[in-house]
């Protein structure tokens, strides 16, 4: 017994501080004495620690020989022992390394943005989530320079494109490479042009990232070699700090959404031509509503009648339309709602002497403004470290994305779209009634029949467009995705000169996606059933070695070796069933076997590439930096191995002079070659199988293959400058650079007596050239008051300077590569010119068709920008950020349907003659007629305007129209976001509870919107994510919001 109390007594003995607890207070202070909250205070080589108050004070208990140590971001971590003290003030000293900004390189190493030479922006984590945005990308909106975001519409989870110095290419990637801590991930948009394509991107927790990056030149970006063409993107996500307390984090956002801007619709007129109310028509130039008689119609009830499965209204046919009511307002009520998210985010980081964590789950839960189209996605998220020698340490980062979304057939040409269908309706038909039964003249009973407005009793199965409601209650879109990205690494310091980085990822997820169109619906009257399933994986491998050596006192050298190992695989099954056989109203693909109409598809798309990259870096007196470095690549896409060098130049120039004004100043030029690779399997001409049955052949592809390939080679070079002024307050930075996109692959035309309609291969060159500007500075700083200003600008002109073979090559819809013009230019008929550009008319003073195909207009802007303000004052928050487009064209294709249509409120204007005039058919209206139309001078005076106009070559379906004179200026100014909030410090729930922080906010996304564009948002794309741009048929409009957000330190 008593040597076992004896063992007890020598363990305290060997911590006799333990026996002397005690409590120590202090105050916490910067060298101007400004206290400093949340400052870490931890007994050395324990977890036990606290945090300071906002008013910089804190309060532990400690022994009387431990040692505390003070640590907070952005100031030299300092270690002060007890020694019996029982109150220890410290004063907290800027830590000028840490200060200095710090970029992540395209490989995931750290470097100075000061002695960089090459451009980029960095986005912090504050800016990305104070936007609204539900996912990454538009949250980028407004906040780099050369950076371009375009949205394709407003419906959840819908994405975006990203568009770094201009578009590089033609018929290839479009979008930047995609880094996330250290490892490339996809962000792949795919998916049919009739709905909300997602983008990957979107998949990751905006609340994790601790900053969003943007290479944007080719010097930055080399060392990706084939995939950096288009910029890279490089996103870091939150971790953990060693010898930090737990902390939870909790924010709830709840946002509601309503429509931007509308299309306005007249309503009265109703369907019919000519003046005359025919239901057999699509248009509704028919007679004035307000001119009927009133009261109920007169039907026949002798025959033919519908009965609705949702209110047992019965319809008969009309024999006389007496009925002034209209259902222009009800209708659109009917398919649009106010949309609005829930989001619940919670994290928890902390950390001991060896290891760290950070933990976050988010759950998000979107209506979208058209009913019954939703977007649900969860995350989570686990990113730990831990320290296994002083030389070793290892992190893993893990996170797991679910969405599911039900999407709505929306855009573009399909008849089956919800937007087509409600905008043509006529005024004085009623949507709600869409199914019931039809039951015929003979008596023949046809259940769940659509009914339309242009088949009024769904007497047929086809009813040549939907109504709006069949299409958001009875076709199915639903999509559902989980993923998985992982990246460990290892990190080794074996020698004070070297280290030593092991990292590996893996990107990988499913897609899985259905449609189903039931019995009755336009395109497909049949019904068809189809089941999309995508695999796709990426795997990469980096090993990196760094070596940093003193060559003299002024000489450092920094080299860098590297091998990179990426291999991408995608599978993608396509199974449709057309038509169902049993009960075609529902999905039912297991009662439904395989017939003539059904189809199966598959294919395999393997790619994989080794590079082997290094680079030189040296740092001449603390003053000159140069880097060089190169990346030697081959793939499996292409023959051989391609090499992309690059270099860059940092000149500090402001250490050599002497200035109270010029806090910093440096000098950059840098130069780099990067590229594309070609589509797979280009270089072999593939077959396809036949039939599929007993002695079937194969089919050799219409496309010869090229074993001559070469990847698009991007050679960019820019200078620019970058200045801080008033003791680093103001900042500016100032680049030019241009591009130039050789070899660019697309498909040629070849002659068909060849055996093949096309040959993939090298044949275009395009050009950007652009100057783009950053300006931050603090205007105002007075003890708790500080504002800041950030603004950035940038234009960029694009060229296509070659196209070999061609005079055109399809981007998508009116958008083409013509040479001598920029991507994405109008290639459409309109009308006849003079030699002077001047409209050629005709003998009555109207314009004539050119049905030949030119250059109509360029949606490229001029110029962007965006200009924001921070204001701070003790707990209060305000911001905001304005965003401007300047120039460019648009061209809304949706009006120029409705005008034809007759639904537009702008051709249903009565107006009273002051003088004679004619229309285009050369009918003569006096003066004092009464007609419905617009009067115009195209040049030789006033012209009517009226149903023969609109319906000929002035509007309606077809592209054989005047489409030049519906071009709009695209012009835009958005209030991007303006945030109102205000932080708690501090707070004490309980005896027991206590909240380091709370704060409550509330933003206005995308308030207000200036522009001369009639009826869309001019940032709202058809073509989703891709190189087309600038044009709205039919597309589902943009969205504006109101969040409220609360925000909870524990």
């Known amino acids: 017994m008593s040597d076992n109390k004896t063992i007890i007594l020598e363990k305290i003995l060997e911590n006799p501080s333990s026996l002397l607890q005690q409590q120590i207070v202090g105050h916490i202070t910067d060298k101007n004495g400004m206290p400093l909250p949340g400052v870490n205070v931890v007994i050395k080589g324990t977890n036990k620690g606290v945090t300071s108050d906002f008013e910089g004070n804190y309060s532990i208990v400690a022994g009387s020989n431990d040692v505390l140590v003070f640590s907070y971001l952005g100031y030299v971590t300092q270690e002060v022992a007890t020694s019996n003290k029982v109150k220890i003030n410290i004063v907290l000293l800027e830590d000028v390394a840490e200060l200095k900004e710090v970029i992540v390189t395209a490989i995931g190493t750290k470097l100075f943005v000061d002695e960089s030479g090459s451009t980029s922006s960095i986005v912090k984590s504050e800016a990305v989530t104070k936007s609204g945005e539900t996912g990454i990308i538009n949250s980028l909106s407004g906040k780099a320079s050369g950076v371009r975001i375009g949205k394709s519409n407003g419906d959840p989870g819908s994405g975006s494109s990203i568009q770094i110095r201009g578009a590089n290419t033609i018929q290839g990637a479009s979008q930047p490479l995609i880094i996330l801590d250290g490892v490339p991930v996809s ?285 958001i209650n009875e076709q199915k879109a639903p999509t559902e995705v989980n993923r998985f990205i992982i990246s460990p690494e290892l990190t080794m310091d074996p020698l004070n000169w070297l280290k030593i980085i092991l990292r590996g990822g893996l990107d990988y997820y499913t897609d899985s996606r259905s449609s189903f169109f039931p019995v009755g619906s336009a395109v497909t009257n049949s019904s068809s059933w189809n089941k999309t399933d995508i695999n796709n994986r990426e795997i990469n491998f980096d090993g990196i070695a760094i070596a940093t050596q003193n060559i003299t006192e002024n000489v450092d050298l920094t080299a860098t070796l590297g091998v990179n190992y990426n291999d991408r695989l995608r599978f993608f099954n396509s199974n449709t069933i057309s038509p169902f056989a049993v009960d075609a109203s529902l999905p039912t693909p297991a009662l439904n076997p395989n017939n003539s109409a059904s189809s199966w598809g598959r294919s395999e798309t393997n790619i994989r590439s080794n590079r082997g990259y290094g680079i030189l870096g040296f740092n001449l007196f603390d003053q000159l930096f140069v880097n060089v470095s190169g990346a030697l690549e081959a793939a499996s896409t292409i023959k051989g191995s391609y090499f992309y060098p690059s270099a860059d130049v940092a000149w500090q120039f402001s250490d050599i002079i002497e200035s109270e004004t010029l806090s910093f100043g440096k000098l950059r030029v840098a130069w780099g070659k990067v590229g594309i690779q070609p589509a797979p399997y280009k270089f072999n001409t593939l077959a396809t199988t036949g039939f599929a049955t007993f002695g079937g052949s194969y089919l050799v592809d219409s496309e010869k293959g090229n074993s001559n390939l070469k990847p698009e080679i991007k050679t960019e070079w820019e200078v620019g400058t970058d200045l801080r002024f008033f003791k680093n307050r103001l900042s500016l930075g100032l680049t030019y650079y241009e591009n130039e996109t050789k070899d660019i692959l697309f498909a040629v035309n070849t002659n068909p007596s060849s055996g093949y309609t096309t040959k993939y291969t090298n044949a275009a060159v395009i050009e950007n050239k652009g100057f783009e500007l950053d300006l931050n500075g603090i205007i105002v700083d007075i003890e708790d008051f500080k504002v800041s200003l950030n603004a950035n600008f940038n234009n960029n002109k694009n060229l296509v300077v070659d196209i070999a073979g061609a005079e055109t090559v399809d981007i998508g819809g009116t958008s083409k590569a013509v040479k001598g013009y920029p991507m994405s230019s109008f290639w459409l008929p309109g009308s006849l010119r003079n030699d002077d550009g001047s409209i050629a008319l005709d003998a009555r003073g109207f314009p004539q068709l050119d049905l030949n195909r030119r250059v109509l207009g360029d949606p490229n802007p001029d110029w962007r920008g965006g200009l924001g303000m921070d204001l701070n004052w003790k707990g209060l928050d305000f911001s905001f950020l304005f965003e401007h487009s300047q120039g460019g064209e648009y061209i809304n294709r949706t009006n120029l349907v409705l005008y034809g249509f007759g639904n537009h409120v702008n051709v249903a204007k009565e107006i009273t003659l002051t003088e004679d005039l004619t229309n285009i058919a050369g009918t003569v209206f006096t003066a004092g007629t009464t007609v419905r139309g617009n009067i115009e001078d195209f040049g030789a005076g006033n012209v009517l305007l009226d149903e023969k106009y609109y319906r000929g070559i002035g509007a309606g379906l077809g592209f054989n129209k005047l489409n030049d004179l519906i071009i709009e200026d695209a012009t835009w100014t958005k209030l991007r976001n303006v945030t109102l909030g205000y932080t708690f410090n501090g707070l004490k729930v309980s005896s027991k509870l206590s909240l380091e922080s709370l704060r409550v906010s509330v933003t206005g996304r995308d308030l207000i919107l200036w522009t001369d564009v009639i009826d869309v948002d001019p940032e709202t794309n058809n073509y989703g994510v891709s190189n087309a741009s600038g044009m709205n048929y039919f597309n589902n409009p943009g969205t504006r919001s109101i969040l409220f957000n609360l925000q909870v330190n524990f």
């Open 187 to 471: 962000n792949d948009n795919d998916g049919d042009v009739t709905l909300s394509r997602q983008s990957r991107l979107d998949d990751i927790n905006a609340k994790d990232i601790k900053t969003v990056q943007v290479l944007k030149g080719a010097s930055a970006a080399a060392l990706w070699g084939s995939r950096a063409a288009n910029g890279v993107i490089v996103i870091t996500t939150n971790n953990g700090s060693l010898g930090k307390k737990p902390t939870v984090q909790y924010s709830f956002t709840h946002s509601t959404d309503e429509i931007s801007v509308r299309t306005r619709l007249q309503d009265q007129y109703g369907q019919g031509q000519n003046g005359v109310r025919n239901i057999a028509v699509a248009e509704s130039w028919g007679d004035k509503i307000s001119d009927r008689l009133g009261g109920a119609d007169v039907v026949n009830e002798s025959g033919q009648y519908f009965i609705s499965n949702t209110t047992g209204n019965i319809y008969y046919p009309v024999t006389q339309k007496n009925s002034q009511e209209t259902f222009v307002e009800s209708n659109f009520d009917q398919v649009f709602q106010n949309g609005t998210f829930a989001q619940h985010n919670i994290s928890v980081s902390g950390g001991g002497e060896k290891a760290s964590y950070f933990f976050s789950y988010e759950n998000l839960n979107q209506e979208g403004i058209i009913r019954n189209s939703d977007y649900k996605r969860h995350n989570l998220r686990l990113n730990s470290q831990i320290k296994l020698a002083d030389w070793l340490s290892w992190s893993n980062k893990i996170a797991y994305t679910n969405t599911a979304a039900n999407q709505i057939v929306q855009a573009g040409e399909t008849t089956n779209g919800v937007l087509l269908g409600l905008l043509r309706t006529s005024p004085d038909f009623d949507i709600t009634d869409y199914i019931g039964t039809y039951v015929a003249s003979n008596g023949t009973v046809s259940p769940n029949r659509q009914r339309t407005y242009r088949r009024h009793l769904g007497e047929t199965l086809a009813p040549i467009y939907n109504n709006p409601l069949w299409t």
